[in-house]
């Protein structure tokens, strides 16, 4: 008995809905599933050993949604990510400069204040080759000596570079990226200023757009410092 109610639910589903499967050449479900979910939220649709369970609610919903996993559906593309860091300093000193007389009619005196403003900056562009769907990285820096003195002579090795990884996805003509990028320089100073940030970003092929940018302000001495990252994602 349970087994004919069962066999007469699917009959009545399989009238109401369009259920099918599609066998993917290129892709696997994990990447087109959630695109097209996305694209078609009233279907159900379902990754399973390389292929996509689609159910739609008429045979034309069904074909449109088979359309664009077909679409999707492509062999992987060398692409090329560009990345470019700029790092820019500003800060502004203050001098105070006065002098005084005195003599028998008092004292006379006055201060003058001026300012002088010192601005630095510094950016590197970077580029890689990768896979579509596939993980990259580069890093490029150099390396200094810093003695320390404890119970002996010793010391450590400090890095400074700058670099990114990235994981791109190609869907159409857009790039789902995750990408990494970080940069560090030594300073006249002796110190070593670092950045790096993270992001989750979808991009158009061959459009320079901003990644993610930081500014820092402090007061003494007054002065902010800004860093940006600028990315572009081209495909052979």
């Not at 930081?214 to 002065?223: A, F, N, V, Y």
Request: charge should be neutral; aromatic fraction near 6%; charged fraction near 20%.
């Amino acid at each position: 008995m349970r087994i004919f109610l069962l066999t007469c639910w699917l009959s009545s589903l399989a009238f109401a809905d369009q259920l099918d499967t599609l066998v993917l050449q290129h892709k696997v479900p994990d990447e087109l599933v959630p695109v097209l979910r996305a694209a078609f939220p009233d279907a159900s649709i379902q990754g399973i050993q390389g292929q996509l369970l689609i159910r739609a609610a008429d045979q034309i919903s069904f074909d449109k949604i088979a359309a664009m996993a077909r679409k999707l559906d492509q062999p992987g593309r060398r692409l090329q990510i560009s990345v470019q860091q700029r790092d820019s300093a500003s800060s502004t000193q203050l001098a105070l400069d006065g002098r005084a007389v005195i003599s028998n009619q008092g004292v006379k005196g006055g201060v003058q204040i001026s300012a002088h403003q010192q601005a630095s900056s510094q950016q590197s562009l970077q580029t890689l080759r990768v896979m579509d769907g596939g993980r990259a990285m580069i890093e490029l820096g150099s390396e200094r000596f810093v003695p320390v003195r404890r119970s002996g002579f010793a010391g450590e090795w400090q890095t400074a570079a700058s670099g990114f990884w990235a994981e791109p996805r190609l869907v159409g003509d857009t790039i789902h990226l995750r990408i990494f990028p970080k940069s560090s320089r030594f300073e006249r100073d002796g110190s070593m200023v670092t950045h790096q940030m993270s992001s989750d970003i979808s991009v158009r092929l061959g459009e320079w757009v901003l990644a993610g940018e930081t500014i820092s302000t402090r007061s003494q001495p007054e002065g902010q410092r800004q860093y940006q990252v600028w990315l572009k994602v081209d495909a052979d």
